[in-house]
T-cell receptor, first 115, second 111 residues
Framework: ETGVTQTPRHLVMGMTNKKSLKCEQH?????MYWYKQSAKKPLELMFV???????ENNSVPSRFSPECPNSSHLFLHLHTLQPEDSALYLC??????????????FGPGTRLTVT | EDQVTQSPEALRLQEGESSSLNCSYT??????LFWYRQDPGKGPEFLFT???AGEEKEKERLKATLTKKESFLHITAPKPEDSATYLC????????????FGAGTRLFVKA
């Protein structure tokens, strides 16, 4: 596997369910990101982890809980979501240590529908 | 407030008709400006990074330029396969990883 992978690609969940999104990067990067992309809105940065430490939390509701066990894996745990949380959730990674590579490489996203 | 604005919202071109997309930004400090391409149902694909005013980058039919207030993505003689949404993003010079994206320009190129 190369690049950034995300599973599942599609997820339908009820408002009382608990689910998790998984992201894995194979690029040797040290930073990983979660973004939310809603129709006709800019990508919204949710969380950033650098070397497993959270460096950004963009005022995200507590029903979204990130986890970064190592520099290659990132999870987003979901519980008691609202219909307005339906969106494309994108994972990205960046910045191989020792370079100036701030550009981000994205996974294909998880299309989440909350019913 | 830090802001990134892209225009136009949508652009329809005939094949071979060159044009430019605009990304204007108002931020406290710029670490880098990025252009991405996003196809429907896929994640954004990195195209260019620009770090300072006057810098230019080229790739096939695309050329990105940067001034102190805006960036342009010039598309020369576009083809139908260039149809996509083009996203501009700014990484802030705040010592962290905060990145602000514009809403994108949807480009349609007709054969």
């Amino acid at each position: 596997e190369t690049g950034v992978t995300q599973t599942p690609r599609h997820l339908v969940m009820g408002m009382t369910n608990k689910k998790s999104l998984k992201c894995e990067q194979h690029l040797g990067h040290n930073a990983m990101y979660w973004y939310k992309q809603s129709a006709k809105k800019p990508l919204e940065l949710m969380f950033v982890y650098n070397f497993k430490e959270q460096t950004e939390n963009n005022s995200v509701p507590s029903r979204f809980s990130p986890e970064c066990p190592n520099s290659s894996h990132l999870f987003l745990h979901l519980h008691t979501l609202q219909p307005e949380d339906s969106a494309l959730y994108l994972c990205a990674s960046s910045q191989k240590a020792g370079t100036s590579g701030y550009e981000q490489y994205f996974g294909p996203g998880t299309r989440l529908t909350v019913t | 407030e830090d802001q990134v604005t892209q225009s136009p919202e949508a652009l329809r071109l005939q094949e071979g008709e060159s044009s430019s997309l605009n990304c204007s930004y108002t931020v406290s400090g710029l670490r880098g400006l990025f252009w991405y391409r996003q196809d429907p149902g896929k994640g954004p694909e990195f195209l260019f990074t620009l770090y300072s005013a006057g810098e230019e980058k080229e790739k096939e039919r695309l050329k990105a330029t940067l001034t102190k207030k805006e960036s342009f993505l010039h598309i020369t003689a576009p083809k139908p396969e260039d149809s996509a949404t083009y996203l501009c993003a700014v990484r802030l010079n705040t010592g962290g990883f905060k990145t602000i994206f514009g809403a994108g320009t949807r480009l349609f190129v007709k054969a």
